[in-house]
């Protein structure tokens, strides 16, 4: 059986490519439109249905999505102008109990397209993909390679949660 908390598995590391980077990008670039289609058809009840038994609805998901990827734009830009600097977390589980996350999501998807068309600029002029962030909390370095590999399977994990829960539902 699946663990419905990864339905499309874990984030797996990749070596570099031209190829891979170039998907990566793609990933990235097209997310915003991707999760927008799919959430478009809910109502507000399907909407605030959790993806799981103990997960978060859809409106929180989408919601996290901006929040996180808020937090990614951020981590790149202070990757690209410092020297291995320490990024700072978040606590994910705290900010999808706050009052903006009760909000439409529509706000969040305006935000996602507008912040991934900044992000993908960015992501674009990188030449340099083994510059490196610290995490605190674990004390290890990431590279900017390794950040956007797990921010490309971000954005597809939290749509195949919608998507998974959408075909279980029969919606």
Do not use: C
């Amino acid at each position: 059986m699946n663990d419905p908390r990864y339905p499309i598995g874990k984030y797996e590391p990749q070596p570099y490519s031209d190829r891979q980077r170039d998907n990566w990008i793609a990933d990235i670039r097209f997310l915003p439109t991707l999760l927008e289609k799919t959430v478009s058809p809910l109502d507000a009840a399907q909407l605030g249905t959790p993806y799981r038994e103990g997960g978060w609805t859809v409106q929180q998901l989408v919601h996290h999505v901006a929040d996180s990827h808020l937090n990614a734009y951020t981590r790149f830009k202070l990757g690209l102008t410092e020297d291995t600097p320490t990024i700072r977390p978040y606590d994910e589980k705290a900010w999808a109990q706050l009052a903006d996350t009760a909000l439409p999501i529509n706000l969040s998807l305006t935000l996602l397209h507008a912040l991934h068309a900044r992000w993908v600029a960015v992501l674009e002029s990188i030449t340099d993909w083994n510059r490196e962030v610290v995490h605190p909390e674990t004390g290890k370095h990431l590279s900017l390679w390794t950040l956007l590999g797990m921010y490309a399977w971000h954005g597809k994990h939290h749509v195949a949660h919608i998507t998974s829960l959408i075909e279980a539902k029969g919606w």
